[in-house]
């Protein structure tokens, strides 16, 4: 599965974006991760859109993002609201199939500046 990310860019804070993810094959049964890493922090999981349906968030995060898939177009998305000057990051789409295989996408950048 190769993954192509697209979206995000400069934001202002209070403001909002959207980064997605379109995969080379369905994502029916797979489980996308958002993730994203700060200049010098560690990689950090954001937000999940499980297989089963279910969601999960980051505290950081919750409230103001919210994640979403089109199965038709093989698509998910990752929608940004309420923009942070902390949430300047590189984020990334992952998906995990049933097996537990990942598949992550090349990262784009969200940078929230006034």
């Known amino acids: 599965v190769q993954l192509q990310a697209s979206g995000g860019g400069l934001g202002e804070p209070g403001g909002s974006l959207r980064v997605s993810c379109t995969a080379s094959?369905?994502?029916?049964?797979?489980?996308v991760g958002w993730y994203r890493q700060a200049p010098g922090k560690q990689r950090e999981l954001v937000a999940e859109d499980r297989y089963d349906g279910s969601t999960k968030y980051a505290d950081s995060v919750k409230g103001r993002f919210a994640v979403s898939r089109d199965i038709a177009n093989n698509t998910a998305d990752l929608q940004m609201n309420a923009l942070r000057p902390e949430d300047t990051a590189v984020y990334y789409c992952n998906l995990q199939t049933p097996l537990g295989f990942h598949y992550w996408g090349q990262g784009t950048q969200v940078t929230v500046s006034s």
């Open positions: 094959g369905s994502i029916f049964s797979f489980t």
